[in-house]
């Protein structure tokens, strides 16, 4: 262990060093994880990767969760550990389709936000499909508003194509309820499709909700494909995106639940690294 860890320890802090500024923390929410960022752990154990993220500091997990014990088993494991579920993620068809087991689902965790996470769509996503995801959220949206639960969209970085004065994304957000229908974050998705993360969240302000914090590598190009390989997911701050500009304008816009998702297959040495980039950074 002490062969893995000191080399972990040294490089947080030389970074951290490099990258010192004066004032009071400026990320002071808790932190959260997308589960998905586990996804070839959980089979191993859920016991073993919870325990990794309550010695992480962890205190928010975006679920469904591994999918290998049962939603009531797994809230019970995670609230043992201080853990709580405030959002889950679901597919596209599911809320179209079977609307009531996701809210049925959403309440088991004690979930107050449903996100989903992509549009169905061709090679290229159209104004047409974002017409058609306009008309289907609102309608999903309002069903779950009215079971106490807020319908959040994640960007993926393919809403980002140009349409009118804006983008297909501007589209999505100014034509869909704001009453019944919030957003999501993906801040390496947006940043990846063209958008300026910072000031997106400044320009919806009252639309935002969560968000997914991951970084992408030096070098790699921005596009509409809404995909890059995994291997391009770095820890938070070693990478292309202006990660204080982002959590500032997150703060000043009063998000309260931020989820690590780090695709990466390096996650398990890369988490630690996210995790003390954000407890290091001063305002």
Request: with cysteine.
């Amino acid at each position: 262990m002490k062969k893995i860890f000191l080399p972990i320890c040294l490089f947080v802090s030389a970074f951290l060093g490099a990258n010192a500024q004066t004032g009071g923390p400026l990320f002071t929410a808790p932190i959260g994880v997308q589960a998905y960022t586990y996804r070839d752990s959980w089979g191993k154990g859920v016991v073993p990767v919870l325990d990794t993220l309550k010695a992480l500091g962890i205190t928010e997990v975006e679920g469904p969760g591994p999918g290998i014990v049962t939603p009531e088993e797994f809230k019970k494991l995670s609230n043992e550990r201080g853990i709580s579920i405030p959002s889950i993620g679901v597919g596209y068809d599911a809320l179209q389709n079977n609307i009531y087991d996701v809210i049925t689902l959403a309440k088991t965790f004690g979930a107050t936000y449903v996100m989903v996470a992509w549009i169905p769509h061709g090679k290229t996503f159209t104004i047409d499909d974002a017409k058609k995801a306009v008309a289907d959220f609102d309608r999903e949206g309002k069903i779950l508003k009215d079971n106490g639960i807020t319908l959040c969209y994640h960007t993926h970085g393919y809403e980002f194509g140009p349409y009118g004065d804006g983008t297909l994304f501007d589209y999505l957000v100014q034509n869909t309820n704001p009453d019944d229908v919030s957003f999501e974050m993906d801040v390496m998705w947006t940043f990846h499709g063209g958008g300026n993360p910072a000031k997106l969240l400044l320009k919806y302000p009252g639309r935002w909700k969560l968000l997914h914090l991951k970084d992408i590598k030096n070098g790699v190009a921005n596009d509409l494909t809404g995909g890059t390989p995994t291997i391009n997911n770095v820890a938070l701050g070693t990478g292309q995106i202006d990660y204080p500009a982002v959590l500032a304008a997150a703060k000043k816009i009063g998000i309260r639940h931020y989820f690590i998702e780090d695709e990466s297959p390096n996650h398990a040495a890369q988490m630690p690294v996210t995790v003390a980039y954000l407890r290091g950074l001063k305002e």
